[in-house]
């Protein structure tokens, strides 16, 4: 993506205007976005850190044969993260039918992936820790490897999606509101773009816990059919500059699935134009850096509130609006594009 190319070292108001220059330029023509930066990519995955309990089918199911589970955890084995850090796993069920993307089985055998590789990553000594978020009690119901390593070497705190906050944008999206990429339609939208939003500050709240130390809020499907994207998400709190917030990027590159610039709006809705620019994989921040961050998330929620032209956003937008206004609190130099 073009946006690699500028970083918080520039004037934050040229940044800005740099960056909605170089989307609109995108939007025009595609190709550019491929010759803008030279960075590698990521590995295919999908984009959201709410993982949903469904009953559908879906496409991009792991290989939970023995010999692909031996490869993908042979991988990330290896995976390691940088001293006081701190990981946690993001996950909240909704009934079966919420949500057309993903099947039960899909996240049953993507969590029994993340919590057989969490521990390998983890060091006590190092102070490298990891925690459980969301629905603990299904997840031990359902997947007996968390099961194994909660509360022993992962800590777990229940939270139901009844529980959390932001509750109006429930009431404020649409229910015509196609997905962001306007795929599918997805049943109580407004209930999944809650869950959504909360991550973002949850991953907040959690961080400041351990103001100097960094956190990482991951995606319970964060491994799924490969380990590159696990094991970069590891490797976030070792390059991440202070004061910025680190996530990779929707790719701009033609033919990407699920690309940054697919035309001028989004979710169905020609008044949607916010570009998308951010994939909310995973989010590395620190602590101290939080108030800011969440100060200026806020802004852009309530901004996304009052369009009432447009009527759908998600987190990632609310991310991708800040991106554009305050490019100053995202780390563009050391996480490249996500190419899913």
Same mark, same amino acid.
């Given at each position: 993506?073009?946006?690699?190319?500028?970083?918080?070292?520039?004037?934050?108001?040229?940044?800005?205007?740099?960056?909605?220059?170089?989307?609109?330029?995108?939007?025009?023509?595609p190709a550019l976005g491929e010759t803008l930066c030279s960075e590698p990519?990521?590995?295919?995955?999908?984009?959201?850190?709410?993982?949903?309990?469904?009953?559908?089918?879906?496409?991009?199911?792991?290989?939970?044969?023995?010999?692909?589970?031996?490869k993908i955890m042979g991988a990330v084995s290896r995976a390691r993260t940088?001293?006081?850090?701190?990981?946690?796993?993001?996950?909240?069920?909704?009934?079966?039918?919420?949500?057309?993307?993903?099947?039960?089985?899909?996240?049953?055998?993507?969590?029994?992936?993340?919590?057989?590789?969490?521990?390998?990553?983890?060091?006590?000594?190092?102070?490298?820790?990891? !925690?459980? #978020? +969301?629905?603990? &009690?299904?997840? /031990?119901?359902?997947? %007996?490897? @968390?099961?194994?390593?909660?509360?022993?070497?992962?800590?777990?705190?229940?939270?139901?999606? !009844?529980? #959390? +906050?932001?509750? &109006?944008?429930? /009431?404020?999206?649409? %229910?015509? @509101?196609?997905?962001?990429?306007?795929?599918?339609?997805?049943?109580?939208?407004?209930?999944?773009?809650?869950?959504?939003?909360?991550?973002?500050?949850?991953?907040?709240?959690?961080?400041?816990?351990?103001?100097?130390?960094?956190?990482?809020?991951?995606?319970?499907?964060?491994?799924?059919t490969n380990a590159a994207t696990y094991r970069r998400a590891l490797r976030?709190?070792?390059?991440?500059?202070?004061?910025?917030?680190?996530?990779?990027?929707?790719?701009?590159?033609?033919?990407?699935?699920?690309?940054?610039?697919?035309?001028?709006?989004?979710?169905?809705?020609?008044?949607?134009?916010?570009?998308?620019?951010?994939?909310?994989?995973?989010?590395?921040?620190?602590?101290?850096?939080?108030?800011?961050?969440?100060?200026?998330?806020?802004?852009?929620?309530?901004?996304?509130?009052?369009?009432?032209?447009?009527?759908?956003?998600?987190?990632?937008?609310?991310?991708?609006?800040?991106?554009?206004?305050?490019?100053?609190?995202?780390?563009?130099?050391?996480?490249?594009?996500?190419?899913?």
């Open positions: 993506m073009a946006s690699a190319c500028l970083s918080a070292r520039h004037s934050p108001a040229l940044v800005a205007a740099l960056l909605a220059a170089m989307f609109v330029l995108e939007l025009m023509f990519v990521e590995a295919p995955c999908v984009s959201s850190l709410l993982q949903v309990q469904v009953s559908q089918a879906s496409r991009g199911e792991p290989d939970m044969s023995p010999e692909g589970h031996r940088s001293p006081n850090t701190h990981l946690t796993l993001y996950y909240v069920t909704m009934p079966p039918g919420t949500n057309n993307r993903h099947s039960n089985t899909h996240y049953i055998n993507t969590l029994s992936q993340v919590c057989e590789a969490l521990p390998m990553a983890l060091d006590p000594a190092q102070n490298i820790t990891a !925690s459980f #978020l +969301g629905s603990v &009690e299904w997840v /031990r119901k359902h997947v %007996p490897m @968390c099961e194994r390593v909660f509360d022993d070497q992962v800590t777990s705190r229940e939270l139901a999606e !009844s529980a #959390l +906050g932001f509750t &109006e944008v429930e /009431r404020f999206i649409r %229910p015509s @509101c196609l997905d962001k990429h306007a795929v599918n339609h997805v049943p109580q939208f407004g209930k999944l773009v809650k869950i959504w939003i909360n991550k973002v500050s949850l991953a907040c709240a959690v961080a400041e816990q351990h103001p100097d130390d960094v956190s990482l809020f991951m995606d319970a499907n964060i491994i799924r976030a709190p070792s390059v991440l500059a202070n004061g910025t917030v680190g996530m990779v990027r929707y790719s701009t590159e033609k033919g990407a699935r699920w690309p940054s610039v697919t035309g001028k709006h989004w979710f169905g809705n020609r008044n949607c134009t916010t570009p998308a620019i951010f994939v909310a994989k995973w989010i590395a921040v620190r602590g101290r850096d939080c108030p800011r961050f969440m100060a200026n998330f806020h802004r852009a929620y309530q901004s996304l509130l009052a369009d009432n032209d447009c009527g759908c956003f998600d987190e990632e937008i609310v991310l991708s609006k800040m991106g554009l206004e305050n490019p100053e609190l995202f780390d563009w130099q050391q996480f490249s594009n996500f190419v899913n």
